[in-house]
């Protein structure tokens, strides 16, 4: 047996890779089926599932409600292809943001000198790796009405002799896009860093001996090779986004709700597992598509894989 | 020589990003010396007069710890070690069990060809490109559906039924772990010579002789580093946890979100700070480990 | 200890790999090879000629598709490198890393289960044998690119194999050095009596130390023999053009027997006298001649010889120790090597561009070979 196994490298492969296999096939593949298989159930009164075959759940995520407000049988009722177009939003207007802000930073360090570099990335580590609870707990105690930045707001305005009303940051959409951003702004700058990294100095020697200016320089040799990292970095940031709850539910109490609230709630409060998942399915099916339409156009880069 | 490295504009910009990040961090640390209890606003930071600290401008509490009361109360506070313990038991389980077979399933997906192999590239991808909360609900579907049948079939009830607790927590933090360790394991294959097991093999060792002489050790860093990361991974997952922990297998992150919706005490900052401290260390040795593992040059 | 006739025997073995894009290649394609016992033997070839993947079939990294591998009359194709009784030297030295260069050279005897004292005297004696005693404790990383090598020779050979397999152990190491071990190896062959087998791309290496020389190309043996065998009688216009230089020419046999063939060629419009070296050649064949630089002799154009043709001088080059001379034939361009055994100080003692000479061959260097 022992020969067999030596003489067929086919079957050693498949005998190393079969425990990682079967764990992520039972702990990934079936969950998924199962999701997609209970999104066409329907709800039974006790909270549990019945199986069976129905597209009430799909239909009620895109606007068709049968529990209308004025009594009729039908009607139209946007609720939850806001959340989901408000999702969108958030998560594109993150990532842009995300983009702007990242991009300076990780062109400093890249254009750093050598053996500063890993002490500059080591500072945009820290917070990464620091707990994502803790990190929207933070902004929560900075933007509180009694927070550290109403105070220093306060401070200055009394310094300047204006009158101050403490500002609501809390609870607001603003604060929700505040949290994202801080959330995910390491998953950008990492991927861009790593692709700046790889551009050769002599490049930049080239673009100025051939007759091109700083901004020149940057735009039309800088810039595109950096986009493969700008690419991993907008999926590394837009997906987990439009996936995040608990920003929203700590940042935006009960005033924004996203596609994640929505699952979150269906599965905790409602107790309704049909929906949940339906709506759980309609999210990845929207990941999907994104990645691969970004994918398709961009390439997938081992940025990923480095940040 | 660039001149947009001196470019005011970047160095204005990067200052200020680094201030974003580390602004609520500060918050929070500084926090966690707050002189008052309802941690609203900040009264000062605490002062000491022998062994009793002023609270909220005029209470006086007996405390030995000084300005540190809030970290000797986080210490009394029996939850949260609780929550501490179950946290570091379930990550040691499960970097120990995704290390081992993400270890094994990098060799295999680097070194050999087989019929099986496109579907484990693809099961290793999706918990990459899916959002955790789809994963979270679909494990927590598995296992109320599974656990419900089961517990049906075998007409089970009170105790030995089937619940979420440190199990599942344990078997989901596995399945998104392994993807990590054996992306990290792989990339350090990928400069690995082949020649040195075959070396060992012409020398007299059989296969499993070689992996523990020869391979093993020369893949340690790698496969150590992708152990470190899923420890890390795991020790500061929230939404997997969220969906499949059930009542005793509470992990700090769910403990510190708990909190948050109730009562905030200076205590979630000290707990907090703690927290920072230990990941501090964790990515320091993380870097240090990268770096020694550096390919030796052949003279 | 010879138990056989022949040190290794490969009969008719072929194999195949798969593509990335799914066909099939055969790396090695039919060959068929017996290497003596005690003998230097190198496989020679450019990237791609199979010698590398011979090698490994014999080391037992790959196992054949078709055919067999004998190791001392036993047939081992099918065997794990770790029971043959062969070792192999890396062509990037493989050495552990993480170990010293005792450990490194004691792994093969505890593979071996040795006792603690008889490992230490054989890996004193290893190290000996390649003048680096006293570097036990050095870690691989600490030493230059001749030590790693040396050791890596040292951790082969402590373990007394059959055979030795060398892949392009060399490569790594600059000129001079290279030279040197190139010395040293056959030196340590002769010495120990053990077969080696070489695999190599250099020929000036193969024809320095082998006893005898496979040249390979294709997947397939293109010709096996002592270096001067394959040198001075190559056996068709690739060995003839792989090996030293040639110079070939296009012709048809007008006449043909055992020891002689006469050859019209059309660039030098004139017949040439030279001897056959396929058994197959024909009356009326289209061959090709091929005629060694170092073995045309320039004369004066109005000498009488057999093989003699008219030539004009077309460029010298001052290479040191020789002279190449470019002539001009009929349109064809043969190059000439002359030995510089007067001072060329005096720069009319090289041939003038323009100059017509008379070009000679004797017969015995003119080899007729079949068109490729």
Redo the contacts between chains.
């Keep these: 047996m022992l020969k067999k196994l030596?003489e067929n490298?086919?079957?050693?492969?498949?005998?190393?890779?079969?425990?990682?296999?079967l764990?992520?096939?039972v702990?990934?593949?079936?969950?998924?089926f199962?999701?997609l298989i209970?999104s066409f159930g329907k709800r039974s009164p006790d909270g549990?599932?019945i199986y069976t075959f129905t597209l009430d759940n799909y239909i009620r995520l895109f606007g068709y409600e049968t529990n209308c407000a004025n009594g009729q049988s039908a009607c139209f009722d946007p609720l939850y292809v806001q959340i989901l177009w408000r999702s969108l939003t958030l998560a594109f207007n993150t990532t842009v943001i995300v983009i702007s802000?990242?991009y300076?930073?990780a062109?400093?360090i890249a254009?750093?000198h050598p053996q500063k570099r890993?002490t500059y990335l080591?500072?945009?580590?820290?917070?990464l790796?620091?707990?994502?609870?803790?990190?929207v707990?933070?902004?929560?105690?900075?933007l509180?009405k009694?927070g550290?930045i109403n105070?220093i707001l306060g401070t200055v305005a009394n310094w300047l002799g204006i009158d101050f009303v403490p500002l609501e940051m809390l609870y607001t959409p603003g604060a929700v896009l505040v949290g994202m951003v801080?959330e995910f702004?390491?998953f950008m700058i990492l991927p861009i860093y790593t692709s700046l990294e790889k551009i050769d100095?002599s490049l930049?020697?080239a673009a100025a001996d051939l007759g091109a200016n700083?901004i020149r320089?940057?735009l039309r040799v800088t810039l595109p090779l950096s986009m493969p990292g700008v690419v991993a970095g907008t999926?590394l940031v837009f997906?987990?986004v439009?996936?995040?709850?608990?920003v929203s539910d700590?940042l935006g109490g009960r005033q924004v709700i996203l596609i994640?609230n929505l699952?979150?709630r269906q599965?905790l409060d409602a107790r309704d597992?049909t929906f949940?998942?339906a709506a759980?399915?309609i999210?990845?099916v929207m990941?999907?598509i994104v990645?691969y339409f970004y994918t398709r156009k961009f390439g997938f880069g081992e940025e990923?894989?480095a940040a | 020589?660039?001149?947009?490295?001196r470019?005011p504009?970047?160095?204005i910009?990067?200052t200020l990003?680094?201030i974003?990040?580390?602004?609520?961090?500060v918050?929070?640390i500084l926090?966690s010396f707050n002189a008052s209890r309802a941690n609203?606003?900040?009264q000062g930071f605490i002062t000491q007069t022998s062994d009793r600290v002023v609270m909220d401008g005029s209470l006086v509490v007996a405390s030995p710890c000084g300005a540190f009361h809030w970290y000797c109360d986080l210490a009394k506070n029996r939850d949260v070690l609780e929550a501490a313990g179950n946290t570091l038991s379930i990550a040691f389980t499960a970097t120990i069990i995704s290390t081992i077979?993400?270890t094994?399933?990098a060799?295999?997906?680097q070194?050999?060809?087989?019929?099986?192999?496109p579907?484990?590239q693809l099961?290793?991808y999706?918990?990459?490109?899916?959002?955790?909360?789809?994963?979270g609900?679909?494990?927590?579907?598995?296992f109320?559906?599974f656990f419900?049948w089961l517990n049906n079939a075998l007409a089970l009830s009170g105790d030995a039924r089937l619940s979420l607790g440190i199990f599942t927590v344990t078997?989901?933090h596995?399945?998104f772990m392994?993807?990590f360790v054996?992306?990290v394991v792989q990339?350090r294959l990928q400069g690995f010579?082949k020649?040195?097991e075959?070396?060992?093999?012409?020398?007299?060792?059989?296969?499993w002789?070689t992996f523990r002489?020869?391979t093993l050790?020369?893949l340690l860093p790698g496969v150590l580093s992708g152990a470190l990361l899923a420890f890390?991974l795991s020790l500061?997952d929230?939404?997997i946890t969220f969906?499949t922990n059930g009542p005793g297998s509470t992990t700090?992150?769910i403990y510190?979100?708990g909190l948050?919706r109730r009562i905030i005490t200076p205590q979630?900052n000290a707990l907090?700070t703690v927290?920072?401290l230990i990941?501090?260390f964790?990515?320091?040795a993380i870097?240090i480990l990268q770096s020694r593992d550096a390919k030796?040059?052949?003279? | 200890m010879a138990n056989s006739e022949f040190a290794v025997e490969l009969r008719d073995v072929v194999k195949r790999f798969v593509t990335p894009e799914g066909g099939e290649v055969a790396a090695v394609n039919h060959v068929t090879m017996q290497i003596k016992n005690g003998e230097f033997f190198s496989m020679l070839g450019s990237s791609g000629c199979g010698k590398t993947t011979s090698l490994r079939m014999i080391?037992?990294?790959e196992w054949p598709t078709e055919g067999e591998v004998y190791i001392e009359g036993k047939p081992m194709g099918h065997t794990?490198?770790?029971q043959r009784k062969?070792?192999?030297v890396?062509?990037?030295?493989?050495?552990?890393?993480?170990m010293t260069v005792a450990q490194n050279i004691a792994?093969?005897l505890e593979?071996?289960k040795a006792s603690a004292d008889e490992i230490e005297k054989r890996v004193k004696r290893a190290l000996e044998m390649v003048q680096l005693t006293g570097m036990e404790r050095r870690k691989?990383?600490?030493?230059?690119?001749g030590?790693?090598q040396r050791v890596a020779v040292a951790?082969?050979l402590v373990?007394t194999p059959d055979v030795l397999l060398l892949d392009e152990p060399l490569g790594?190491l600059d000129l001079k050095l290279r030279k040197e071990m190139q010395l040293e190896l056959k030196a340590l062959q002769q010495q120990l009596g053990i077969t080696f087998i070489y695999v190599t791309h250099d020929q000036e290496e193969a024809l320095t130390m082998s006893d005898r020389i496979a040249v390979m190309s294709g997947g397939q043996v293109q010709q096996m023999g002592t270096p001067v065998e394959v040198y001075e009688r190559p056996a068709n216009q690739f060995v003839a053009d792989f090996i030293g230089e040639s110079n070939f020419l296009e012709g048809e046999i007008k006449s043909l027997d055992a020891k002689e063939a006469r050859v019209f060629v059309p660039a030098l419009n004139s017949e040439l006298v030279g001897i056959p070296i396929n058994p197959n050649l024909v009356n009326g064949e289209q061959v090709v001649i091929s005629i060694r630089p170092e073995k045309i002799r320039i004369t004066d154009k109005n000498a009488n010889a057999m093989n003699l043709f008219h030539a004009k001088v077309m460029n010298t080059v001052y290479i040191g120790s020789d002279t190449h001379i470019y002539i001009d034939v009929g349109g064809k361009r043969l190059k000439v090597l002359e030995q510089n055994h007067i001072s060329r100080l005096d720069p009319n003692s090289f041939y003038q561009v323009g100059q017509e000479v008379g070009v000679m061959l004797m017969p015995e260097n003119t080899l007729v070979l079949k068109k490729d």
């Design positions: 030596r490298k086919a079957l050693q492969g498949t005998f190393l890779a079969l425990p990682t296999t764990w992520l096939f702990l990934l593949i079936i969950p998924l199962l999701t209970i549990g599932v802000m990242a300076p930073l062109y400093f254009r750093a890993n080591f500072m945009v580590l820290i917070p790796w620091t707990n994502f609870v803790i990190r707990y933070a902004w929560m105690m900075l509180r009694e550290a105070i801080y702004l390491p100095n930049y020697e700083p320089a940057f999926i997906i987990p439009m996936g995040t709850f608990i700590i994640g699952i979150q599965f597992a949940g998942s759980s399915l999210l990845m990941t999907l990645t990923i894989v | 020589m660039n001149p947009f490295k470019s504009f970047v160095i910009a990067t990003v680094y974003f990040l580390y602004a609520p961090i918050g929070l926090y609203v606003t900040f077979i993400g094994m399933s060799i295999a997906l070194r050999y060809d087989f019929k099986l192999k579907f484990s099961a290793l999706i918990p990459i490109v899916i959002p955790e909360i789809v994963m609900i679909g494990v927590l579907t598995l109320s559906q419900g078997v989901s596995i399945a392994v993807p054996t992306l990339a010579d020649s040195y075959e070396a060992a093999m012409d020398l007299g060792a059989d296969e002789t002489r020869v050790p020369m890390t500061d929230f939404v969906f700090l992150p510190v979100y948050l979630v907090s927290w920072i990941v501090f964790a990515v320091m870097q030796p040059r052949h003279a | 080391a037992g990294f794990p490198p770790f062969v070792n192999t890396f062509q990037s030295y493989a050495l552990f890393q993480h792994f093969g593979m071996e691989p990383k600490q030493l230059s690119g030590q790693q951790r082969a373990k790594a």
